[in-house]
């Protein structure tokens, strides 16, 4: 349900900005398939959404709050995989599209329009929290202090991030984006985010009992200069690099970071 919050202007203008983002696909309901058996039978580790998936566990009667939902794919899947799910999210439509969404698929979502740092929940409602490009935009500290809090003791939650740790890499990354539009999806950003580091990540995981990291996205981050039907090798490929190389995790461009309370 959409409610009117109360936004400092940094969020106001991050909640625009997905409004818009989000306003030309609000008419696409249906599930799709394909990617929700990622979801539903994952079992290919160099994919990140499976191997998140994997570190989620078994979801059926669990409270799972989907942490900045956007337009409420994830959470639409959770829910389908026999989940209790709620999913929070700043931008209007992006509430109003998950409601939409799990009504269109017969599926039981509660949908919020809530900031995430700090949500309205009562201490330690949830067994399961995901996350997909939030903590970036919140800051880790800020996020993973709410997480912590909201999440019952033997409670898991896994996040999937955007990293920033090679300076090289980002000013490479700042040049195409203000240099080169036909590239498209590198201009889709706001001002306000900044990709995680591993020192931060470090940092910030340690109140939580357990910790586990996963990189990915080393030749992946190139995928727009490459054919669809070579990016699956390309995922595997990164994967068997960084695992004989662990310290190329420092020019990776994700994360899957998963901690239990």
Request: aromatic residues 8%.
């Amino acid at each position: 349900m959409a409610t009117n919050i109360e936004l400092d202007p940094v969020l106001r203008e991050e909640a625009a900005f997905a409004d818009r983002d989000y306003a030309p696909y609000a008419d696409q309901l249906e599930i799709n398939a394909t990617m929700f058996e990622r979801y539903a039978a994952p079992t290919d580790v160099s994919d990140w959404r499976q191997m998140s998936a994997l570190l989620l566990g078994d979801l059926r009667g669990q409270e799972l709050l989907d942490f900045g939902c956007g337009m409420g794919e994830e959470s639409t899947y959770f829910a389908k995989l026999g989940a209790n799910v709620t999913g929070i999210d700043i931008s209007e439509i992006g509430v109003q599209n998950l409601e939409r969404r799990a009504a269109h698929n017969g599926l039981d979502v509660r949908a919020l329009q809530m900031r995430v740092d700090p949500t309205s929940f009562d201490d330690e409602a949830f067994d399961r929290i995901h996350g997909l490009g939030i903590l970036h935009h919140v800051g880790i500290g800020a996020g993973l202090a709410e997480v912590h809090r909201l999440l019952r003791p033997g409670g898991i939650a896994v996040f999937l991030e955007p990293l920033g740790d090679s300076p090289v890499v980002e000013a490479v990354k700042e040049w195409l984006m203000k240099h080169v539009q036909s590239l498209g999806h590198f201009d889709e950003v706001t001002e306000h985010e900044r990709n995680l580091t591993w020192k931060e990540i470090e940092a910030e995981t340690t109140r939580f009992r357990t910790v586990s990291t996963y990189p990915f996205h080393l030749l992946y981050r190139l995928k727009r200069f490459f054919p669809p039907t070579a990016l699956p090798a390309i995922r595997r490929m990164d994967a068997s690099v960084l695992a004989l190389a662990p310290a190329l995790k420092k020019y990776a461009g994700g994360v899957v970071i998963r901690v239990q309370k």
